[in-house]
T-cell receptor
Framework: KAGVTQTPRYLIKTRGQQVTLSCSPI?????VSWYQQTPGQGLQFLFE???????NKGNFPGRFSGRQFSNSRSEMNVSTLELGDSALYLC??????????????FGPGTRLTVL | SQKIEQNSEALNIQEGKTATLTCNYT??????LQWYRQDPGRGPVFLLL?????KEKRKERLKVTFDTTLKQSLFHITASQPADSATYLC????????????FGAGTRLFVKA
């Protein structure tokens, strides 16, 4: 089975711009969670989608949004980028919602740099 | 406040020894706890999951314990190898109207040959 894929792998944007990141989960997985990883804050939960519905949300401003399509692929969008949004954005897929009872499989991440 | 604490200092051990990593948490009631390995520039890789009603889990050279009274998990790698050098993350599964996973900051492990 192919693993979780994320595109693009690297992105450079300037403050005020917006960005869309994409995640394709493992075939058959219906849950996609997004995380932000920075050296100072570690891995922080952004939100989780299961069967096209947002099931859970972390403590991030409304500039961070996401969606999931019927084929389980997910996108996250960050509008009005700030310098502090520079981070590694990781998505994880699992069979069940929230990875509660089974493994979360992570993608390689998208490295976003905001100048 | 809610916290997950892992050894902030890197752990240096000699090949063949047992590495023990600690995860302490406060003000959480996790239904389960997971350990992940992360290599530089890569996403975390799942290693083990232990539920709140389990005391210990093993997988090959890995062992994890979970003490909900002490609010602590210990992660052991026996007969460690240089290839085990990585950052190890502990993660709590908590229910807040839906399950979500809260990660600790991780502990860097270096295994010297």
């Amino acid at each position: 089975k192919a693993g979780v894929t994320q595109t693009p792998r690297y992105l450079i944007k300037t403050r005020g711009q917006q960005v869309t990141l994409s995640c394709s989960p493992i075939s058959g997985h219906r849950s996609v969670s997004w995380y932000q990883q920075t050296p100072g804050q570690g891995l922080q939960f952004l939100f989780e989608y299961f069967s096209e519905t947002q099931r859970n949300k972390g403590n991030f401003p409304g500039r961070f949004s996401g969606r999931q399509f019927s084929n389980s692929r997910s996108e996250m969008n960050v509008s009005t980028l700030e310098l502090g949004d520079s981070a590694l954005y990781l998505c994880a897929s699992s069979l069940m919602s929230g990875g509660a009872t089974d493994t979360q499989y992570f993608g390689p991440g998208t490295r976003l740099t905001v100048l | 406040s809610q916290k997950i604490e892992q050894n902030s200092e890197a752990l240096n051990i000699q090949e063949g020894k047992t590495a023990t990593l600690t995860c302490n948490y406060t003000n959480y009631s996790p239904a389960y706890l997971q350990w992940y390995r992360q290599d530089p520039g890569r996403g975390p890789v799942f290693l083990l999951l232990i539920r709140e009603n389990e005391k210990e889990k093993r997988k090959e050279r890995l062992k994890v314990t979970f003490d909900t009274t002490l609010k602590q998990s210990l992660f052991h790698i026996t007969a460690s190898q240089p290839a085990d050098s990585a950052t190890y993350l502990c993660a709590l599964g908590v229910y807040t109207g839906g399950f979500k996973t809260i990660f600790g900051a991780g502990t860097r492990l270096f295994v010297k040959a």
